[in-house]
């Protein structure tokens, strides 16, 4: 009977262990001088979830040589929510829950191609001269407001969320770049941002997009776990160049071409620079006016060498540069719709 309580008591402390969640921000070390920078993405399509988030993450770890990440961004476009738990699963049976941030969205793209149904894709940030921190806020109150009839309402709730997030940061005014995702469909998107730069300010380069809207569906990964009217940043530092340029159509044609001219835009905007990784945050809007999926990606894949990375995802909103080839100005990043906003980063 002793035996059998002791038994009783382990498995009640493996599952407890198994349920803690770990909400606390991340903080990778202080990158070195000179350190290595290294991004590294993978996709894979399944129709059995956890097998696609595994295959992604083996094929991820394989690259990676041995080097152990310190994050990875994980987006999938599974359609329900069971499918996403158990891609999540498969990702974190070769990193661990807690480097997994991410979230659903309507379709993606690396440079292996393009996938718009029971997929996952994956990008680490890895490498001692890189520093990754990264948080969460979560239940804003903003989900269930209409940007119609709640408007002061929608505003101070996500200005909130943005501010908080922002604030959890050590430093973030120092960022070199900050990738933010969150439950606020465009143009929602825009409060979010205007809450995390007034804590931020302006001037930080940022990207990312609003997770997908579809019925039930619209959760952030944070450290593993899915989180609804929520989101997080992760902010970057490292000593490397950011050229970014947002482009924004709503035809077929058009889609294709501003893929091409401003992917090219943010290449030659590096200058000198070695790209390291090109990250799009894409609409779905933009998805949805494609005759061919992969006609985008192509568009893309004629400015940017094999060699480099592309890590894109489509979106219900978009964080990144305005379209200066509609006349827009104003602040390094901005939230849109029907855009596809480019980040390249370089050394």
């Not at 192509?298 to 400015?303: L, Y």
């Not at 540069?321 to 980063?345: C, I, Y």
Request: glycine share 12%.
């Amino acid at each position: 009977m002793k035996i059998e309580k002791l038994l009783s008591l382990a498995v009640i402390l493996v599952l407890a262990g198994c349920a803690t969640v770990d909400k606390s921000a991340l903080t990778s070390p202080v990158p070195s001088s000179g350190g290595e920078i290294i991004f590294k993405t993978a996709m894979a399509e399944n129709e059995d979830a956890f097998a696609a988030g595994q295959d992604a993450a083996e094929a991820l770890a394989a690259k990676l040589g041995g080097t152990v990440p310190h994050a990875v961004l994980m987006m999938d476009c599974y359609d329900s929510v069971e499918a996403k738990e158990l891609a999540i699963a498969g990702a974190a049976s070769v990193f661990g829950k807690d480097k997994i941030f991410g979230g659903a969205v309507y379709g993606m793209y690396t440079q292996q191609g393009a996938a718009d149904l029971d997929g996952v894709s994956l990008l680490a940030l890895a490498g001692d001269g890189l520093q990754v921190q990264a948080a969460l806020v979560e239940t804003m109150g903003a989900s269930t407001l209409s940007l119609e009839t709640q408007e002061a309402e929608l505003t101070a709730a996500l200005n909130a969320g943005g501010a908080a997030l922002a604030a959890q940061i050590p430093q973030v005014e120092q960022s070199e770049l900050v990738i933010l995702m969150g439950d606020a469909h465009s143009p929602k998107n825009q409060l979010l941002l205007d809450g995390f730069q007034s804590v931020a300010g302006t001037k930080i380069p940022i990207t990312g997009g609003s997770i997908s809207k579809n019925d039930g569906l619209n959760y952030v990964y944070y450290r593993g776990e899915m989180y609804r009217d929520s989101a997080f940043a992760v902010a970057l530092k490292g000593g490397f160049s950011v050229a970014q340029a947002g482009r924004q159509a709503k035809s077929n044609d058009a889609v294709i071409s501003t893929a091409d001219e401003g992917s090219a835009t943010a290449m030659k905007a590096l200058g000198s620079a070695t790209p390291l990784v090109v990250i799009t945050y894409d609409c779905a809007g933009r998805m949805g006016k494609l005759d061919h999926l992969s006609d985008e990606l192509a568009a893309i894949q004629k400015n940017v060498d094999s060699s480099v990375p592309v890590f894109g995802c489509y979106c219900a909103g978009e964080f990144g540069a305005a379209d200066t080839m509609q006349g827009e100005t104003g602040n390094v990043s901005v939230g849109r719709g029907w855009h596809v906003m480019f980040t390249v980063l370089g050394k």
